[in-house]
């Protein structure tokens, strides 16, 4: 799988000396043949290539959650299948084991030898996103002989192991970068780790949140199984974000492609997709209130989030059935955020511009697990206040999204009344009424475009029940090699592991056609 590592990583340097290349040449002293790497000119590629990972695989599990849907009838994706012979659907892969990889461990040598003790802290937390991230899409995957560079195969590691290393991860992480802070005399912000950080820009407590906010996904995702602790969710959440000042993200520059938003006018990929029906029925109301009639300004978030067609309706797609009104210019279903192929983006909302920041976990999204953790455990007054916290969290996203190098906006976008409106209206329910279907519904809105790794995991959590996601619709025609079963994991990387490490494949059952139905162990009792 990493039989070509030493020459991924050559490449790597290289396109970090294109970005920073005064940096580069400060530490070697040939920069066409490099000895030793500074971790901070490592960090910015790692980073990019974390964002990289979630935009290229969002894709998919944009689909197999219902977020979006290609406007085509009978796409592959919408009908929970796959593209064989194919590295769609890999891309975290990629980014586990080259993005991250043997360059996490270059950054732990480095930070070791210069005493960066902040670096190191990062570079653990990082690797613990990966492992977590891996094994949520992927189930198997390889930690013990990962980075042995003399082998040429592989063997991949039960997702119980995988889950635990995410664990001790995040522990060696805060462990580190609690003593950087003590050693700095309880400075919170470091010049140091700032030379390279384009998420935190060297803020240590705000990294500590978000290793925080990893631990409490890696919990509340065992929520089937009896060793499932919701005290522990609510530890972890309570140590994570508390604003979206804190929200995890990648700076996107903007200034070309190369440095642009993936979901931005420059990179153009937002033509490919449509709005789901179920999306546009939660944001109309029809779903949270029961009307049969949708309501285009029950949700100050609808404007921002969706497209109307020309007539004015807000529509979406039914996976796998396409657009019905692909023919008609009135009614047909637009691109998402009005793009085209021509004008790729109406750009300025949400984070549809070129510059919008890569995200990758928010505090609504982190609310949104406690209240999920406390409702399971009988807490409802807990629930609701967590559940409150996650639905104006989300409308302070979709407000202020976060832009260039501010990890939250200051746009505006929707008035401090039409907030209120809404959490007073019908849409969000009092303590009383509160269900676990309101709760992770609310949530799967504030997931919307850059989180469907997350929605995905919650829907296989809870086996797509359509009584918690009332929108989602199981696909009326299923990819034939599913034999009727619904979708649960990502097959690995193609050109990785079905090339060069197929009998590891076949121990864990990843040759048989419906693989991808497997049911991951995250989700298992």
């Keep these: 799988m990493m039989k070509k590592i030493l020459y991924t990583l050559i490449a790597l340097f290289a396109l970090g000396a294109v970005s920073s290349c005064k940096k580069y040449i400060d530490v070697n002293t040939n920069p066409n043949a490099p000895t030793a790497v500074d971790a901070s000119t490592l960090l910015p590629p ?13 894709r998919y599990t944009g689909q197999y959650s219902q977020t979006w849907a ?48 902040d670096y190191l802290g990062v570079a653990w937390a990082l690797r613990a996103w990966g492992w977590q991230n891996g094994s949520d899409l992927y189930d198997y995957m390889i930690v013990k002989e990962a980075f042995e560079p003399t082998r040429t195969s592989f063997d991949y590691d039960n997702p119980a192991y995988v889950y635990a290393e995410v664990v001790k991860d995040c522990r060696i992480a805060l462990n580190y970068l609690n003593l950087a802070i003590q050693n700095d005399g309880g400075i919170a912000t470091s010049t140091t780790l700032a ?23 890696n919990m509340l995702h065992q929520s089937n199984k009896p060793s499932f602790n919701a005290d522990l969710v609510t530890k972890y959440v309570d140590s994570s974000f508390t604003a979206n000042i804190d929200n995890a993200s990648v700076e ?33 109301g029809r779903i949270f ?42 009614t047909s279903i637009p691109t998402m955020a009005g793009a085209t192929t021509a004008n790729a983006t109406a750009s300025g909302k949400y984070i549809f511009n070129d510059n919008s920041r890569g995200v990758l976990m928010t505090y609504s999204e982190l609310q949104f697990m406690k209240a999920e953790a406390l409702f399971k455990k009988g807490d409802r007054a807990g629930a609701y206040a967590a559940y409150m916290n996650g639905v104006k969290g989300s409308l302070d996203f979709v407000s202020n999204p976060p832009i260039g190098k501010s990890l939250t ?8 009344t039409a907030q209120s409106t809404y959490l007073t209206g ?69 050109n990785s592991e079905y090339i060069w490490n197929v009998p590891a494949l076949q121990a864990i059952g990843a040759l048989n056609a419906d693989y991808h139905t497997k049911q991951p162990w995250f989700i298992l009792p």
Excluded: C, H
């Design 46 to 58: 790692i980073q990019a290539g974390m964002a990289r990972g979630v935009w290229f695989d969002s």
């Design 70 to 117: 290609s406007p085509a009838a009978n796409n592959v994706w919408d009908q929970e299948g796959y593209a064989a012979a194919s590295d769609a659907g890999g891309e975290m892969w990629r980014t586990v084991y080259f993005s991250l990889g043997q360059n996490v461990n270059l950054m732990i040598d480095n930070a070791t030898k210069t005493n960066k003790i």
């Design 195 to 217: 030379k390279g950080d384009y998420m935190y820009y060297g803020d240590r407590s705000k990294w500590k949140k978000f290793i925080y906010a990893i631990l409490a996904q």
């Design 252 to 284: 996107a520059a903007g200034t070309q492609s190369g440095d642009s938003n993936f979901w931005g006018p420059t990179r153009a990929n937002l033509p490919s997709f449509r709005q789901s029906d179920y999306i546009v029925r939660l944001l109309d």
């Design 289 to 330: 209130t029961g009307a049969a009639s949708p309501s285009n300004t029950l949700d100050p978030r609808l404007p921002l989030l969706l497209s109307a067609s020309k007539d004015g309706v807000y529509r979406g797609i039914v996976p796998p059935l396409g657009d019905p009104n692909v023919n008609d210019a009135n």
């Design 409 to 416: 906006g200051t746009q505006n976008y929707i008035s401090a």
């Design 426 to 494: 019908p849409a969000v329910r009092t303590a009383a009424a509160l269900q676990l279907s309101d709760i992770l519904q609310q949530k799967f809105i504030s997931l919307f475009v850059w989180g469907s790794f997350e929605a995905w995991a919650d829907e296989r959590r809870y086996q797509y029940d359509t009584n918690i996601f009332q929108g989602f619709t199981k696909p009326s025609t299923l990819f034939p090699d599913n034999a009727g079963k619904q979708v649960y994991l990502f097959r690995p990387r193609y």
